[in-house]
């Protein structure tokens, strides 16, 4: 055989030869021995037919005879064997050609036969072909042209009669290498094709199998046979469905008819079924996904061939599995602290309900001592006795507050609105506050206007939203500072404004103001007194009243907290009018 150095230089116009796959070239080869073998039984007959004697008839099939057995039984090789049968075949056709002395019909045999040995696609035996029969025709025709043909015309002129036989020959000995030619190059494209398509498929990361109507593994690539494991049995053919491996997420073996390629057979949807594989070479609990998509039939012959794609999704799985885990356990978490939080609730609620009745008996008390239900009380005798008052308020106020929180966390805070009058909830506030001024060097200012400015709103919950901000304010403010408070009317909204002068709040902090028990930084470097619920109980009773707050602050430059109240439909604005001048406490 030609060394693939010369193929490289061999004319692309031509075919190489030799090319014919093993398994077609046997089927080609049995073909021209069926008929090599034919004419060993013909030949002779024909003989006998003709009027020569049996043993004429066996020594003109002798040669032909030859060729067959060694072309059947000799081991050699192909290219042997081929050339061994053509010159088979082209003996019979000039046996055949004298044995009818030249009839013309005869002739054709050669014509016949060409397109025979075509059929090894070698050059070997085809350039045998054509050898003999121009060595036939042209040197016995020119030679001795009655043993080739038998007309009067060709025995005057015979190379006339070998040039146009010889035109006949190379037209199909043409034609025989054209089509030897495109089928060839159809091969090579085929072949190219299924080489690209194997290296694809070979390396896809994913596994891919292709399974027939008889569910029968066609093909199964390197990652497919990695991924699944399991013997050598799987690559020809699997039967029963155990013989898979697979299993359900929770343990159990897939059934024949839930495989993907079973359903995909029976014309159902399977796409993405996550299953776990158990076979031999495979890691415990892996889980592969599936997908398995019908290719199309041939013609009516019922379902075709089935695609089965899968990976290994075993990682995924189990993040899924820790995921579910951990949200399970933040699950059971959020409702311990739930649980938790309705516990302090209730026993915040409790104790500030069992706390609030003794401190308002004391205050109550301690008013009645400062009155003098129980005799006159001297100088320091009612200072004490105010300083013990004070911070039994401070505690009330403090005990409120919890219950407040309580109310707020558990959404039990209500309002009881009422047709008020905002200036009357400013000016209540404003006389509650009015103690924490004592010993103090401030100034209070208050701007409401002198027209009434009625709300549907709950007095007492406002009236506390204004006190929290007041008191704030004051405590804040050193002594030399400003506070003020200003009451503004709109045709849909009421405004309320709280400034002073104090040390302000950190740019920093300004976010968690509304946050409960949050204290700023402020606060805690001088030691001001406070729970941190404050602001939290201001946002929600004015949310409550559909309101909104806003704060707004500068350190050493004081402090704005800004309240808009919207006016509830149905209570009418009355007439304005010139605002009061502010009035300085």
Excluded at 406 to 429: C, G, H, M
């Amino acid at each position: 055989m030609p060394s693939l150095s010369s193929w490289r230089r061999w004319p692309r116009w031509l075919p190489r030869g030799g090319s014919l796959p093993e398994p077609a070239w046997r089927t080609r080869h049995r073909a021209v021995l069926f008929l090599l073998w034919g004419h060993v039984v013909a030949i002779p007959t024909y003989a006998v037919l003709r009027g020569n004697g049996i043993g004429h008839a066996w020594v003109d099939a002798a040669p032909v005879l030859m060729a067959a057995m060694v072309a059947t039984f000799v081991p050699m090789r192909r290219v042997l064997q081929a050339s061994v049968a053509a010159a088979g075949l082209m003996i019979s056709s000039g046996v055949i050609v004298h044995l009818s002395e030249g009839l013309v019909e005869a002739h054709f045999h050669f014509f016949v036969m060409i397109p025979v040995i075509a059929l090894y696609e070698a050059w070997a035996p085809f350039t045998l072909g054509v050898v003999y029969v121009l060595v036939h025709h042209g040197v016995m025709g020119t030679s001795d042209p009655r043993a080739v043909y038998n007309h009067p015309a060709a025995w005057e002129h015979p190379w006339l009669f070998a040039v146009v036989h010889a035109a006949f020959f190379a037209c199909a000995s043409i034609a025989c290498v054209v089509n030897w030619w495109l089928h060839e190059r159809a091969r090579d494209t085929a072949q190219a094709q299924t080489r690209l398509l194997s290296t694809i498929v070979d390396s896809l990361q994913e596994g891919l199998a292709v399974v027939d109507r008889e569910e029968r593994v066609l093909l199964r690539n390197p990652a497919g046979v990695a991924l699944l494991g399991g013997g050598d049995h799987r690559a020809r053919g699997i039967g029963p469905a155990e013989g898979y491996g697979l299993h359900h997420l929770d343990g159990r073996p897939v059934a024949r008819h839930e495989l993907p390629h079973v359903q995909a057979l029976g014309g159902q949807r399977a796409r993405d079924i996550d299953l776990v594989v158990r076979n031999e070479g495979v890691p415990d609990g892996r889980v592969l996904t599936f997908s398995a998509i019908p290719l199309p039939p041939d013609g009516d012959e019922g379902p075709g061939d089935v695609v089965v794609v899968f990976r290994d999704v075993t990682e995924r799985h189990r993040a899924e599995q820790a995921l579910t885990a951990a949200l399970v356990t933040e699950q059971e978490a959020v409702e311990r602290l739930r649980e938790l939080e309705r516990t302090k609730s209730d026993f915040v609620s409790t104790v500030s309900h069992e706390l609030r009745t003794p401190i308002t008996s004391i205050i109550g008390y301690l008013e009645l001592l400062t009155e003098g239900a129980v005799g006159d009380l001297d100088d320091p005798q009612l200072a004490l006795v105010g300083r013990v008052h004070r911070n039994g308020q401070r505690l009330l106020t403090l005990v409120e507050d919890l219950l407040t929180l309580s109310q707020i966390e558990s959404s039990r805070l209500t309002i009881n609105a009422v047709p008020t009058d905002l200036r009357d909830v400013v000016s209540s506030a404003a006389e509650a506050v009015l103690w924490m001024f004592e010993n103090r060097s401030l100034e209070l200012v208050i701007d409401v206007p002198d027209a009434p400015d009625h709300h549907e709103i709950d007095p007492t919950q406002l009236e506390r939203m204004l006190v929290n901000l007041l008191t704030n304010a004051v405590k804040f403010t050193p002594d030399g500072g400003r506070i003020g408070v200003r009451l503004s009317t709109g045709d849909t909204t009421s405004t309320l404004v709280v400034t002073d002068t104090g040390v302000g709040i950190p740019e920093a902090e300004q976010h968690r103001l509304f946050t409960r028990f949050f204290r700023s930084s402020t606060a805690t470097e001088q030691a001001v007194q406070g729970t941190g619920l404050g602001l939290t109980i201001v946002q929600a009773i004015v949310t409550l009243h559909g309101g909104t707050v806003d704060i707004a602050s500068s350190p050493e430059r004081g402090t704005t907290a800004t309240v808009r109240l919207p006016r509830r439909p149905g209570v009418a604005l009355a007439p304005r009018a010139r605002r009061r001048e502010p009035v300085s406490l």
